[in-house]
């Protein structure tokens, strides 16, 4: 996917950032940069500050200090429309209550394409129903998207930031309620789309799996970066997350040429935490 | 799908003539549908008929719709951008902040008729708009809460004071009130009628050509910003939008409840309110809506009319009490 040898621009990069909440830091000194096309999952416990640094990134809250750049220019320079044409967010709110159909979900990624009086042409709604066979939901089309199984309205919302044409897809948690076969089609379907992802992971095992790069805050700081066999370590397990672990790596690894490592999980931590070593 | 929604909307669009055109020929005195449109076309044989139809009947009815259209629109606009399906055009205090302003220029000048009555009414509810959106602006977070909470206070903070006044001045004040908790079409004039449509055109136009960003609001703030939505700038422009149609249309024909609330609900159950022609349908149901309802107000008492203000919220209740019986039967 990318070229060994020449070391691109990043299309994303973070530097220094800090954000407080009063007189909490929420997050502190946070610096990394995603290349185009990778794929990065952000680690953490609850309350690390995932969402906060994601919220940094979409351009929903402005840093203390610290500058965010995509592809080059700092965010906050970049319009509001601008941006949003060139990253799109999938998060875990959904709409309620107005029966909006799946479809006008789903077209509502031209928003920010699209001048004020400006109608929905022909090759518009081609895009659309693009978007909509893509994520395999053609057939829900007409139906409220109240009516869709939890799944089915991320992978619409998926939908919806096909339709706006990102080069960088951020995603917040994209799968926790999911069923674990949800989780996996999700999360290969985002892989397929051929754009970059940073995504919030809380499953450890599906991160490691589908991630080229991992990234890991603890307490509002980046604690540790790299591909997924650098990071999941038994010793990050238990620095970061508190549990005991063994990593292993995949039975997969050889199929699909990349060490995959793989997380089992000791458990008796009733009796005294030295317990659940083995 | 689209093209069933565009004949939904010209189905809906021949209704409303019609209903306008039977609205004509009801009222106190006797006229046939012949009659109506012999004047339409200018060649009435009873030149009475005729006034009645052109000066009394149409202003009258076009003011219906109109205002019919407006609080619909309005309706649906702040329940999308507050996401309550509660939300209503008066539930900010806009027309609370009208019967204030009428009462206070009652008291202090005496005058309790004419067209300036209407002034004072507009400036009550402008300036309870301006209240509110200084309030709602000065919000970071949560400003959903803020401008639902701030409105509802001052409802009840102007409902306070003119009934602080009233209780002062004397009974025919209180007869003079009435019109405007209760509403009423008859003081529709064609002299009059270039501002309601002027401001509803206008912000219906405004929010058409909005349509995506407010359709967007539905998917929460986060995801509004998402898509490059100035959310906190925006709000505010869909309240003033809102609030004009209704500081106006209260200063025209007094507060009519219910309206705002429900037609929005009503036009949901059909068509989804993501596409163009969802708005449009709105805003026609709103008009046709209203257009009867002043026909009922007109023919239910010989001799009488009755408030509109009554009879939507009426209908408004019922309706709401049908919608819980069959939701829970639904489930």
Redesign the interface.
């Known amino acids: 996917m990318q070229s060994p040898v020449v070391t691109q621009p990043p299309l994303l990069k973070v530097t220094e950032l800090c954000w407080s909440v009063g007189n909490t830091t929420i997050l502190q000194n946070i610096a990394f940069a995603i290349k185009p096309g990778q794929f990065v999952g952000l680690l953490g416990p609850n309350g690390a500050g995932k969402s906060s640094l994601l919220?940094c990134l979409?351009?929903?809250s402005k840093p203390g200090s610290g500058e965010v750049s995509f592809a080059g220019q700092n965010i906050w320079q970049l319009?509001?429309?601008?941006?949003?044409?060139q990253?799109?967010?999938v998060?875990q709110?959904?709409?309620?209550?107005?029966?909006?159909?799946l479809?006008?979900?789903v077209?509502?990624?031209?928003?920010?394409h699209?001048s004020?009086?400006s109608?929905t042409t022909k090759a518009d709604k081609q895009i659309i129903l693009q978007a909509i066979e893509q994520v395999g939901l053609s057939h829900h089309?007409?139906q409220?998207f109240d009516s869709l199984s939890g799944g089915e309205k991320q992978r619409a919302l998926i939908a919806r930031s096909i339709v706006?044409g990102p080069k960088l897809l951020?995603m917040d948690e994209p799968t926790s309620h999911l069923d674990i076969k949800y989780q996996i089609q999700l999360m290969e379907l985002a892989k397929s789309l051929n754009v970059t992802v940073l995504a919030s992971f809380h499953d450890l095992n599906l991160a490691a799996s589908m991630c080229d790069e991992l990234l890991v805050i603890k307490q509002g700081k980046l604690v540790a970066t790299g591909t997924p066999e650098q990071v999941i370590t038994e010793k990050m397990l238990s620095d970061v997350f508190g549990v005991c672990a063994e990593v292993s790596a995949h039975p997969q690894s050889e199929q699909l040429k990349k060490v995959i490592p793989r997380i089992t999980y000791f458990y008796g931590y009733q009796g005294g935490s030295a317990n659940a070593k083995k | 799908m689209q093209k069933n929604n565009y004949a939904a909307v010209i189905v809906t669009l021949f209704f409303g003539f019609t209903s306008i055109f039977i609205a004509l020929s009801f009222g106190a005195a006797p006229s046939k549908f012949i009659d109506v449109y012999h004047s339409l076309i200018g060649q009435g044989h009873d030149p009475f008929i005729e006034r009645i139809i052109w000066q009394l009947r149409m202003p009258r009815t076009l003011l219906a719709f109109l205002a019919g259209s407006g609080l619909a629109i309005a309706g649906l606009i702040l329940q999308t951008v507050t996401r309550n399906p509660l939300a209503d055009p008066y539930l900010f205090g806009i027309s609370s902040g009208a019967s204030f302003g009428v009462v206070c220029f009652m008291t202090i000048t005496g005058i309790s008729a004419g067209i300036s009555m209407s002034a004072a009414a507009f400036v009550g509810s402008l300036f309870t708009m301006l209240l509110l959106v200084f309030i709602a602006g000065r919000a970071s977070r949560g400003q959903v809460e803020t401008m639902l909470l701030a409105g509802v206070a001052l409802s009840f903070l102007f409902s306070a004071f003119t009934s602080l006044l009233l209780y002062f001045s004397d009974p025919q004040a209180i007869t003079a009130i009435l019109f405007w908790t209760l509403g009423s079409f008859a003081r529709a004039q064609w002299a009059t009628l270039w501002l309601p449509a002027l401001v509803i055109l206008s912000c219906t136009a405004i929010m058409m050509s909005f349509r995506r960003q407010l359709n967007a609001m539905l998917l929460g703030d986060e995801s509004a910003v998402t898509l490059g939505i100035p959310v906190q700038r925006f709000r505010l422009l869909m309240l003033i939008l809102s609030s004009l149609i209704t500081a106006v249309l209260v200063a025209m024909c007094g507060g009519i409840g219910f309206v705002g609330l429900m037609i929005p609900h009503i036009v949901r159950f059909f068509v989804s309110q993501g596409t163009p022609s969802g708005l449009m349908m709105t805003a026609l149901a709103g008009g046709i809506f209203m257009v009867w309802v002043d026909v009922l107000s007109r023919i239910l008492l010989t001799n009488q009319e009755l408030p509109i203000g009554v009879i939507t919220s009426a209908i408004g209740s019922i309706f709401f009490l049908s919608l819980l019986y069959f939701r829970k039967r639904e489930s």
């Open positions: 919220r979409y351009r929903y319009s509001a429309d601008e941006y949003a044409k990253v799109s967010v998060l709110e959904t709409p309620s209550q107005f029966n909006l159909s479809y006008d979900v077209s509502l990624g031209l928003t920010p699209k004020l009086f109608s089309c007409k409220s706006q951020i």
